[in-house]
């Protein structure tokens, strides 16, 4: 708040300028060495998917080439990536895991 012209009080309003985050898409890609088992466990872990559910995106994967895990914002999204890429290095295993915004 501050003096205005004549003495009273006057409050400076501010639209609040809200905008949503850009969202983006968290996706697995097929390969063919990386074990179905491993997929569906990625899954399970890293994106609290059940156990149907994970079956069905890495199916979905197996046959389409890419299935979306979650959707997700920016910060979270490349986390999961990093998280995901560096679990399946460190088995040995080809899986990629990409984003891109929604
Ligand atoms: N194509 C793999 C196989 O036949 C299974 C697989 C599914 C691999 C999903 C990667 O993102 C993937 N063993």
Do not use: W
């Not at 905008?19 to 063919?32: A, G």
């Amino acid at each position: 708040p501050f003096k205005d012209n004549d003495g009273g009080l006057a409050v400076q309003e501010a639209k609040p300028k809200l905008k949503r985050p850009p969202l983006y898409k968290v996706m697995l890609l097929n390969d063919d060495f990386t074990p179905m088992d491993f997929v569906v466990e990625i899954l399970t872990n890293f994106f609290g998917m059940n156990e149907d559910r994970a079956t069905q995106v890495m199916l979905q994967v197996h046959t389409q080439g890419v299935g979306v895990c979650g959707t997700y914002t920016k910060d979270v999204a490349e986390t999961k990536v990093h998280i995901v890429n560096d679990y399946s290095r460190e088995h040995q295993h080809p899986l990629m895991c990409t984003m891109e915004e929604a």
